[in-house]
């Protein structure tokens, strides 16, 4: 099996298991357990984690509150301001192409009264900065606006957008789930108020991820969630999952010892692949801001065919025919729908995710069995 739907998960890279493994067995007390060496020793782990994820950010590591991936993180975010904030400030701005985890949230704050808009997006994916200056005015409370998409790769100019919100004085929010660790990302640049990130997108673990907040816990708008043991300044109480909080940190490290490397080596992989594909079929467009996307991501569209069939004709590579977090729902990917493509390009459209351990030959291989299941596709027609 070739993998390659790298934005649906990655792999643990072999040097996070090694520095988790210790913590299920001899590190296994409970890091809050203060009055023994053993929860002491484990509570060390804990924040050295804490400060290698946040380093990969440019934040203190003070601002950086472990949670169990970028769903509550992004909840954490929406329903936690919206809990802890009463400024009567009731609009909250979006984009049409979040993951479900924003859109979900900002769904349920529509039931209650807040007035939801949502930015518009252009064929490419790009938020468009002049409507954004249209429609964040001062009765915005928070825009939340992606880094990076989880279908096209396409990069937001968040800076921008954050400016445009503070000028408002609302909040500013992004899910930065498929970016971090893949582009180089700094909260002090982009001087966002809550970034959430994923461990399992950057060769981490599944189940654990981080809500930066800009200046902390202590001086957060948030409200909790959910109420316990006071754990994270009580903004997300509950026993810390150490073997992944560990893991965590370890996958950031190697993020940031890789990133320039693995960028160039992906992005031509990736280059590889698509002008492989596009010499050979004419008919293939490139979904996304093709100049800025993310390194690995490859949406594409091949006119007349269905991507199911596609998939389903190269048992040998693992690719997605829509956001994995979709998969399963019949309808079209309304990220695509969102950029213009009609239900049915919609359908023919496949996204491959390359990533660390894609190699060459994987390419090679990946781009032969794509074309042949083309060709016989294409005589049925
Ligand atoms: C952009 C984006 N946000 C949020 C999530 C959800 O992240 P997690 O699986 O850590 O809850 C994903 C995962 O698919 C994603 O791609």
Do not use: W
Not at 41 to 50: G, H, L
Not at 303 to 329: F, H, K, Q, R, T
């Amino acid at each position: 099996m070739i993998y390659l739907d790298y934005h649906a998960t990655t792999p643990c890279d072999p040097q996070v298991v090694e520095a988790m493994l210790p913590y299920f067995t001899e590190e296994f007390a409970n890091p809050s357990s203060s009055t023994h060496k053993a929860g002491q020793k484990v509570a060390n782990a804990v924040e050295t984690a804490r400060e290698i994820v946040a380093e990969l950010i440019g934040a203190q590591p003070s601002e950086i509150l472990f949670t169990a991936g970028a769903t509550e993180s992004n909840n954490l975010s929406i329903l936690g301001l919206t809990n802890g904030i009463q400024n009567g400030r009731r609009r909250i701005i979006t984009t049409p192409i979040e993951h479900k985890a924003i859109l979900e949230p900002y769904k349920q704050l529509g039931k209650i009264g807040y007035e939801v808009a949502t930015l518009p997006i252009s064929k490419d994916g790009l938020v468009n900065l002049e409507i954004a200056h249209e429609l964040i005015n001062e009765n915005t409370l928070l825009v939340s606006v992606q880094t990076a998409n989880n279908e096209i790769g396409t990069i937001q100019s968040i800076s921008e957008l954050c400016k445009i919100a503070h000028d408002c004085g609302a909040f500013f929010h992004t899910d930065a789930a498929q970016a971090v660790g893949k582009i180089p990302i700094n909260v002090q640049e982009l001087d966002v108020d809550f970034l959430s990130i994923s461990a399992h997108k950057l060769y981490g673990p599944k189940g654990v991820g981080a809500l930066y907040l800009k200046g902390g816990p202590l001086s957060t708008p948030l409200r909790p969630l959910f109420y316990g043991g006071g754990q994270e300044h009580s903004i997300r109480p509950g026993t810390y999952n150490v073997p992944a909080i560990v893991g965590f940190g370890e996958a950031c490290k190697l993020c940031n010892k890789l990133m320039e490397k693995e960028t160039i080596r992906i992005t031509a992989l990736r280059n590889k692949l698509e002008n492989s594909l596009i010499s050979t079929f004419s008919d293939i467009s490139i979904n996304g801001y093709v100049q800025h996307r993310l390194p690995g991501n490859s949406n594409l569209t091949f006119s007349g065919i269905d991507s199911e069939a596609l998939i389903a004709n190269v048992p040998e590579l693992a690719l997605s025919a829509g956001s994995a977090c979709n998969s399963g729902a019949l309808e079209p990917s309304y990220v695509l729908q969102a950029i213009g493509l009609s239900r049915e390009k919609a359908y023919q459209t496949l996204r491959i995710g390359i990533g660390r351990f894609t190699t060459e030959s994987d390419i090679e291989v990946a781009s032969k069995l794509i074309i042949a299941a083309v060709v016989r596709l294409k005589s049925l027609l």
